[in-house]
């Protein structure tokens, strides 16, 4: 049985950081693009942030510079590091695995960011 179980998010107030895990089970991890998308009260679930197998990483412009994405394999974990948050990064944040046709997903982690 796959799992993605994401954790660590929470209240923040704007400027401040968190970083979000994903612990997979179940999948060859390392043969795995991961990714994290967020989906806001009453928006569409956006890509923010992927890294292939191999290392290589692609973020949404609007997170560019702020948040980072790296994986760990010897621990099928993938994570997200957001560095200064901004109310507008409020959303429900999503692990993803994908392998060809293969495709997996978290639960989701609420990140609140607000003063």
Do not use: H
């Not at 994570?79 to 901004?86: D, E, G, T």
């Amino acid at each position: 049985q796959v799992r993605l179980v994401e954790s660590g998010g929470g209240l923040v107030q704007p400027g401040g950081s968190l970083r979000l895990s994903c612990a997979a089970s179940g999948i060859i991890f390392n043969i795995y693009k991961m990714g994290w998308s967020r989906q806001a009260p009453g928006k569409e679930r956006e890509m923010v942030a992927t890294i292939t197998s191999g290392g290589t990483t692609n973020l949404a412009d609007s997170v560019k510079g702020r948040f980072t994405i790296s994986r760990d394999n010897a621990k099928n974990t993938v994570y997200l590091q957001m560095n200064n948050l901004k109310p507008e990064d409020t959303a429900v944040y999503y692990c993803r695995g994908s392998y060809y046709g293969e495709e997996y997903w978290g639960k989701g982690t609420l990140v609140t960011v607000s003063s």
